[in-house]
């Protein structure tokens, strides 16, 4: 999550050439798979030793969909993406959405969540029966169910998508919406143009305009963009995107 100083331009997840592109995509996600295996299933787990962000960061994600008037919408369904233990799913979606689904491709995240999620200190919490279901599955293999889902929301985990699963993931996404619904991105950006490899994890940290730019590829209209406030220093910046599926071209001819 530490933005480097001397970050240099390099994008791992462009490969000119089909057999190279093939091994190096499949070296890429592999790494990462490695990487989260080894990789306590806790909150500070999920937030790379910062567990103590977690409060903040959930404050300004309710305050965030608070301001896209969520309250006024359907809310019988949200999806978490990349939702490791279900850090989001059980503190931001589950309070707000009749359901929720997680997409994790980590097993023992994905696990820990059917706990994590509905329990706290030994407890059952309020509304269990809010956990739906748990798709153990990398992102650039789900697809959602069409129309299905009210808001859809993704957090610290695009990074791990080449560009070209980035694009495919964001068009079937759209296909998961429900009418009138919204699909969320929080993620680091890259202060520079350019994106930035972490070759730990097996990531990519994207300039905000590679995201606008494949959002607006993949037919959606952002309609409200907000940078996180109150993180420590010295951390890539943290950009909140809310988007909806472009309106279908009217023919006229
Ligand atoms: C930084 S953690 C964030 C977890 C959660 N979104 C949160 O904010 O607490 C990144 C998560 O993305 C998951 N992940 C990595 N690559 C993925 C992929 N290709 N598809 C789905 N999940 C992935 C990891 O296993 C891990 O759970």
Redesign the pocket.
Known sequence: ?EEPQDSHAQDVTKTAGEENCTDAKQEF?IK??KY?SE?PPT?N????GLGYINAV?IQASTSFLRELKIKDMHKKYAL?????????TKNLLMPLFEKVDL????PA?AEKARDYCVTDMGSTLGYPKRLGEIYN????E?IPTPQKYDVVW????LG??TDE?LLKFFKRVKVGLADGGLFVM?ENVSSSNSTVLDET?S?VTRPLTEYEKFLGEAGYRIIKITKQKNFPKGLFPVCMIACRPMAPKINQG
Not at 45 to 48: A, C, D
Not at 80 to 88: F, K, L, N, Q, W
Not at 137 to 140: A, F, H, I, N, R
């Open positions: 999550m996600y990462a798979q989260w990789v909150v787990g999920m937030l790379g960061d978490d993406c990349g939702a490791g233990i279900g850090r989001v997409v994790e491709q980590d995240f599955v990398g992102l650039q789900f993704s957090q610290w985990v791990h998508l699963d929080k994890d990531s």
